[in-house]
């Protein structure tokens, strides 16, 4: 599978597949494709669709398949931001809910949960995640702009929910409580933010879904 990725802040991944090649992808992802391209809608297994529906990715996943020889199809980006390529093969990657656009056949899903579930529940989008884990390239949305960081073993990152969209299996992640009355009554933040411990890669992203949803609901004139 060879891909291109163009376009930001609207970024769309062309995907190239010799013939008898596939690619598999989120229910409606497609945004254009060769004619040669045959789709098949399954479910990969209980397993999977239990993982997937859980983690916010539809239950259905849709494969295409190039027939006849060289086929090519597009997956453009759902919100503005960057799609970003992770190749499963060199480890783990955990991303966020709905984060997951396309990928080959071979990589693998399953549910990230954190360690506290109760906190987690009330931790927003940081809670659930999704592990991407097998072999292959997968794409990955990011809401706006990506920020990377190397941790260090040991070294921590504290994020606000919903700010992590994606980091290498080898880092941990849990919720934590945003200390004091006054603090969260005034402060203007969420309560729980999320700790990131290394070793391992997180990707920040700048604006997620949630905070852009937010921020163009408040200046919705209101009938």
């Not at 990152?157 to 994606?166: C, F, P, Q």
């Amino acid at each position: 599978m060879r891909y291109e990725i163009k376009g930001e802040p609207m970024p769309v991944a062309l995907v190239y597949l010799e013939g008898g090649e596939s690619v598999m992808c989120q229910k409606g992802a497609m945004s254009w494709m060769t004619p040669n391209m045959k789709m098949a809608t399954g479910t990969g297994g209980i397993g999977k669709a239990f993982s997937k529906m859980f983690s916010g990715e539809s239950m259905f996943q849709n494969t295409y398949t190039a027939e006849g020889g060289p086929g090519m199809i597009a997956f453009a980006s759902s919100v503005p931001g960057s799609i970003i390529p992770f190749d499963i093969g060199q480890g783990d990657m955990i991303v966020q809910k709905g984060g997951y656009l396309a990928s080959e056949p071979s990589v693998e899903f399953s549910v990230a949960f954190q360690k506290k579930l109760g906190a987690g529940f009330f931790g927003g989008e940081g809670f659930i995640m999704q592990r991407l884990h097998g072999k292959g390239i997968a794409l990955v949305e990011i809401d706006g702009y990506v920020v990377e960081y190397d941790l260090q073993a040991g070294q921590q990152m504290l994020i606000d929910t919903g700010y992590l969209a994606a980091m290498t299996g080898t880092c941990t992640m849990d919720i934590q409580t945003v200390k004091g009355v006054g603090n969260v009554l005034f402060g203007g933040e969420g309560l729980f933010n999320t700790v990131v411990t290394g070793p391992g890669k997180i990707y920040l992203q700048t604006m997620p879904i949630s905070q852009l949803a937010g921020a163009v609901a408040s200046v919705i004139p209101r009938s």
